[in-house]
């Protein structure tokens, strides 16, 4: 296994969840990693992403709520999710990533970690 996500689980609106995605060594020298949701019925969309020299990029459906960071010395790369609303909950998974117009993934990935918002 070499990316595995968790941390996942049910919170209020406006609450905050920690995802973690734990990942090899090899992944974390040489490629990027971010963070991807899916809803069923709706396209997975890339909402953060952090290259190996510490840049951060974010959907701008999470800008501002969410936080991504990474440590090298516990090959982990974390998701702080605050104020979180009904329509963040999906499926999250971590992932290698690359940003162009969009943040998109570059083919390895973890298993999802369910997220669900509501009251």
């Known amino acids: 296994v070499q990316l595995q996500a968790s941390g996942g689980g049910l919170v209020q609106p406006g609450g905050s969840l920690r995802l973690s995605c734990a990942a090899s060594r090899f992944l974390l020298d040489y490629y990027s990693i971010g963070w991807f949701r899916q809803v069923p019925g709706k396209e997975r969309e890339g909402i953060s992403c952090?290259?190996?020299?510490?840049?951060?990029y974010y959907a701008d459906s999470v800008r501002g709520r969410f936080t991504i960071s990474r440590d090298n010395r516990k090959n982990t790369v974390s998701l702080q999710m605050n104020s979180l609303k009904p329509e963040d909950t999906a499926v999250y998974y971590c992932?290698?990533?690359?940003?162009?117009?969009?943040?998109?993934?570059?083919?390895?990935w973890g298993q999802g970690t369910q997220v669900t918002v509501s009251s």
């Open positions: 992932a290698t990533c690359a940003v162009g117009a969009s943040i998109y993934p570059t083919g390895y």
């Open positions: 952090i290259m190996s020299g510490a840049n951060t």
